[in-house]
């Protein structure tokens, strides 16, 4: 690892959310040298389902980092609540636990990338699978992937947790949370994951995707390696 990550600093603790904290060991101005450099950049956050991409990219912007992000599944699920023609197209596959067609995810990626040209830029949920990834280095360039790897089983716990806590305040769990849906999309993540590695190898790009261990349920060790990543790639 490289002399720049040397901790500048005692820890410093931040509040998420409710009941969920996390610390660092990197000080402010490492975070701000980082961000010097993280400009223009492309970061896609791959893993499956109930992963906690969306939480780790959260805990990322409370600690200073600078970036626009993009949350696809988000994107889609409020285009369905809007009745939207892409939402209402994208609907069905999403209830069947299905990639919903490119051409739709497409769109919204673009109209993301146009408004956010110049800086640093998170994706949660795209690419999907190798057309989309091609077609997103075409729009973007060189893109840098950080895996969030989870076993199946802490997937299906994680997923479980979100369904308790969706009823438990009286919300409709979202259909994504589903046991054989968990497992579909896991599986479909796994297939994805390895044709990404074999597209990167071939284009000798193997160190752009790295690996960041999710199964310890520890944000704050997850931040500070995928921290460790974003430096190791770019100071």
Avoid at 44 to 64: C, D, N, Y
Avoid at 147 to 164: F, G, H, K, P, Y
Wanted: aromatic fraction near 8%.
């Amino acid at each position: 690892m490289k002399n720049k990550l040397v901790s500048l600093d005692t820890s410093r603790s931040f509040q998420l959310k409710k009941e969920l904290a996390f610390s660092t060991r990197f000080s402010v101005k490492f975070i701000e040298d980082l961000n010097k450099v993280l400009s223009g950049k492309t970061i896609v956050f791959l893993g499956g389902p109930a992963a906690g991409k969306g939480t780790k990219i959260a805990a990322l912007e409370l600690l200073g980092l600078k970036f626009q992000s993009l949350s696809t599944g988000d994107a889609l699920r409020s285009a369905v609540k809007a009745k939207t023609i892409d939402g209402l197209n994208a609907d069905a596959y999403m209830h069947r636990g299905e990639n919903v067609p490119d051409e739709i995810v497409n769109r919204i990626v673009v109209d993301f990338l146009k408004a956010n040209g110049e800086v640093a830029v998170f994706l949660d949920g795209y690419p999907r699978e190798v057309e989309q990834a091609r077609f997103l280095m075409e729009k973007r360039g060189e893109i840098f992937v950080i895996d969030i790897r989870v076993s199946l089983d802490t997937a299906l716990m994680q997923a479980e947790m979100r369904r308790n806590e969706y009823l438990l305040a009286g919300k409709i769990p979202r259909t994504d949370g589903e046991v054989v849906t968990v497992r579909k999309r896991y599986g479909d993540y796994k297939v994805f994951r390895a044709d990404l590695t074999n597209l990167f190898n071939e284009q000798q790009l193997g160190n752009n995707i790295q690996i960041c261990d999710a199964d310890h349920r520890d944000l704050s060790r997850s931040v500070d390696d995928i921290i460790k990543l974003l430096a190791t790639w770019f100071m």
